[in-house]
């Protein structure tokens, strides 16, 4: 154990942070070089570190924060809840926040679907949602053993335990773990940036329509689910679908019988425009993953949202083995599930969906001075989700060299402009909380352009 009494405060917890904390996805050498800011604290769109620096919260604390930090409704809930029940298991017991969010929630949701699965973050309302597909078949009975394999799109990202890793196809994060993984098919992402030599843009988007319709109809009586991320694949960078992509697997899955999983994980609760981006194509889902936002980004609760169908194959008596023997010790805390329903509110009160479409607006006006940038080979962007890729020759869409880590280069220069951004390798993503004020969208611009600039 360090124990450095000579040092001044911040100094004794960043080399206690460096002599013992291991950081998720991040790579740990470079880290105890980089002397990141240690919050301790947050104002509204603001966190605060050690020092009183303050930092606008640019990547909503990983795309989850909501309203802004320390909302005084949720916190407000979150203190009534401490006052009754901080934990009590939704194992055989219930609780009131539980039931009145899975209520609400329902409420929200695509149509059909009536029953919320609790769970704790994105990977396993993903976990969850997989094995209850696998389950269900079996307990359907029609040719059960046969609905053994998973359909995914290219550069999917799931989560990171290793069911959901199975059905994710990123190759960084993905491909020591292979030997672990179960087989999953894979229908090639519909981006037509880096499309295969031969295909015009638009002939490259019709092939990828028709690989959906090919590889569920060859496969349609062994796949258990297909999964999508609707709308947006998020971690590979902010990849937009085609319109109609999403329309488009619905309709093949549901004439196959294929049931379908939406991972609304990173796209729910308001960052593409509405609620859920499922409702943008008028898609009900089989099986709906919710994570994130679902507390307005305050603790760790997540749902899977199933449909009556789904739910009533695992019915039956105790005897029958049809139960879903599955959940967490931390399954539908109510703690997080009060700042859930609280969060709920706000949305409608404070017009949050209104203030997401202005600031799209906004963000797509102000970066558009990026289109002519020599480094910027594509700006991708739905409702507050941005994604700038950067190349060192937008001509030939050459990379920089791994090694320059140019996209780690632009979290480093906003953060010394005190802003807090978060790459995808060399795509600079923004990712404000769907509350933000226009005024502070402009801050966040000012500073990632600037930092986009001193880093390529
Ligand atoms: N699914 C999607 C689409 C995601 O973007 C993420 C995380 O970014 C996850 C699942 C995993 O969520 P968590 O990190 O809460 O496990």
């Known amino acids: 154990t360090v124990e450095p009494t000579h040092l001044s405060k911040p100094e004794q917890l960043r080399a206690w942070d460096n002599a013992h904390v291991w950081h998720p996805f991040t790579a740990m050498q470079a880290y105890e070089q980089e002397q990141a800011p240690i919050i301790t604290s947050a104002e509204g769109f603001e966190l605060i570190d050690f020092e009183g620096n303050r930092y606008l919260d640019g990547i909503s604390s990983l795309w989850c924060n909501v309203h802004g930090h320390r909302v005084p409704e949720i916190d407000a809930a979150i203190k009534a809840q401490v006052d009754r029940v901080s934990h009590s298991t939704l194992l055989g017991l219930s609780s009131e926040p539980s039931i009145e969010l899975a209520r609400r929630l329902v409420e929200r949701a695509p149509a059909g679907l009536t029953r919320v699965f609790y769970s704790d973050s994105g990977a396993t309302a993903v976990e969850a949602a997989l094995k209850m597909a696998f389950q269900y078949h079996r307990q359907k009975g029609n040719k059960p053993e046969q609905r ?16 959901s890793v199975s059905v994710g196809s990123m190759e960084l994060f993905h491909r020591v773990y292979g030997p672990l993984l179960f087989r999953t098919l894979s229908c090639p992402s519909p981006q037509t940036l880096r499309r295969p ?6 002939g490259y988007r019709e092939f990828c329509f028709a690989e959906v319709e090919r590889i569920v109809a060859e496969n349609a009586s062994r796949l258990a689910a297909f999964i999508i991320e609707p709308l ?5 960078g902010i990849l937009v679908h085609p319109p109609g992509y999403l329309r488009h697997v619905r309709e093949v899955t549901r004439r196959h019988g294929v ?9 729910g609760f308001g960052r593409t425009g509405t609620l859920f981006a499922c409702e943008q194509e008028d898609v009900s889902p089989d099986l709906m993953c919710l994570a994130k936002g679902l507390t307005g980004g305050y603790l760790p609760v997540a749902a899977t949202l199933a449909t009556d169908e789904i739910y009533s194959a695992f019915l039956g008596d105790p005897s029958e083995g049809r139960t879903f023997f599955h959940g967490h010790t931390f399954t539908g805390n109510p703690l997080g599930c009060a700042a859930g329903l609280a969060s709920l509110e706000l ?7 209104q203030n997401v479409a202005s600031n799209s607006l906004k963000l797509r006006e102000r970066l558009s001075v990026l289109d002519s940038h020599p480094h910027v080979a594509q700006i991708r962007q739905k409702g507050i989700m941005v994604g700038v890729e950067l190349v060192r020759d937008r001509e030939t869409l050459t990379s920089f060299p791994s090694e320059r880590r140019t996209g780690h280069q632009v979290t480093l220069a906003a953060r010394r402009r005190g802003v807090i951004v978060r790459p995808l390798g060399d795509v600079a993503v923004l990712m404000p909380a769907p509350a933000m004020p226009g005024e502070l969208i402009d801050r966040l611009c000012d500073v990632f352009l600037e930092s986009i600039d001193e880093a390529t």
Do not use: M, S, W
């Open 148 to 163: 053994d394999l998973f359909c995914t799109v290219g550069n999917a990202y799931h989560g990171d335990t290793i069911g």
């Open 197 to 202: 030599v031969g295909f015009t843009a638009e």
């Open 232 to 236: 947006v694949q998020g971690a590979a």
């Open 259 to 267: 049931p379908l999983i939406a991972d609304e994980v990173a796209v």
């Open 347 to 353: 949305f409608e009160r404070n017009k949050v969906l």
